[in-house]
C-alpha cells in the first residue's frame, strides 16, 4: 500500500492567532489539542519514510466569481477577501511545505471538489490517506467521507486535527470512525529513529 499525508486547512486564518477564525476559537484547540506540534512531527516522518505530504488549503480568485456566495458556513468570507495567496489562506509557517510538495487549492468544503487531487493521488498510486488538519467537522470529515467513497483507505490523525470546540472535533471523531481508522501520529507514523 501506498501512503499520502494531506495537510487540510492548516491555515493562517484558522490556526494562527491572529486569523480571523483562529481569534474565535479554532486556534485556542488548536493550542490545547497540540496540533501543529503533532502535524509538524507527521510531517516530519512522512518525509523521513518517502511518503509525499500534500497541503490543501482555500482560497478565492480576486474577484469572488469562484465564491460560494448561498453558503451559509462561507458568508463572512466575503467581508474578509481571503484570496489565493494572501496571508491568511498561506499554510501557518510551522508546516511550510517543501519546494517540491503540492499545494491544492480549493473552493468548498471538499478538498476534492473540482480540485486535481484525485488526479495527484492517483497519479502517485496512493491508496492511503493520512488526514490532518482543521476543522476536523468540516474539511477532516469531508476528505474521509468522500475518500471512502472513491475507495481510498482512510486514517485520520486525531491528534493533529481540531474543530473551534472540543464538542464539535469529539462529534466529528465519532462520525469519522464508521469511514476511517481513528488513529495519532505515532501510531500512523512511528518514529523510526
Given at each position: 500500500m501506498s501512503s499520502a499525508l494531506l495537510i487540510l486547512d492548516m491555515i493562517n486564518a484558522l490556526v494562527h492567532p491572529d486569523g480571523k477564525k483562529g481569534r474565535e476559537g479554532f486556534a485556542e484547540q488548536?493550542?490545547?489539542?497540540?496540533?501543529?506540534?503533532?502535524?509538524?512531527t507527521a510531517i516530519?516522518?512522512?518525509?523521513?519514510a518517502?511518503?509525499?505530504?500534500?497541503?490543501v488549503v482555500i482560497g478565492f480568485?480576486?474577484?469572488f466569481a469562484d465564491f460560494?456566495?448561498?453558503?451559509?458556513?462561507?458568508?463572512?468570507?466575503a467581508e474578509d477577501r481571503p484570496t489565493v495567496d494572501s496571508w491568511e489562506t498561506r499554510v501557518h509557517d510551522d508546516l511550510r511545505p517543501a519546494s517540491e510538495e503540492s499545494i491544492v487549492l480549493k473552493r468548498r468544503v471538499s478538498p476534492f471538489y473540482a480540485?486535481?487531487?484525485?488526479?495527484?493521488?492517483?497519479?502517485?498510486?496512493i491508496d492511503t490517506l493520512l488526514l490532518a488538519g482543521v476543522a476536523t467537522d468540516l474539511v477532516v470529515l469531508s476528505a474521509a467521507r468522500e475518500a471512502h467513497d472513491r475507495d481510498y483507505r482512510v486514517e485520520v490523525l486525531a491528534d493533529a486535527?481540531?474543530?473551534?470546540t472540543k464538542r464539535a472535533h469529539d462529534a466529528a471523531i465519532t462520525l469519522l470512525g464508521s469511514t476511517a481508522l481513528?488513529?495519532?501520529?505515532?501510531?500512523?507514523?512511528?518514529d523510526r529513529a
Open positions: 488548536v493550542a490545547k489539542r497540540d496540533v501543529l506540534s503533532n502535524a509538524a516530519e516522518r512522512a518525509r523521513a518517502g511518503i509525499p505530504v500534500i497541503y480568485s480576486p474577484g460560494p456566495s448561498r453558503s451559509p458556513l462561507f458568508k463572512d468570507a480540485t486535481h487531487l484525485d488526479l495527484l493521488l492517483r497519479k502517485q498510486n486535527t481540531a474543530a473551534r481513528v488513529t495519532t501520529v505515532d501510531k500512523a507514523l512511528p
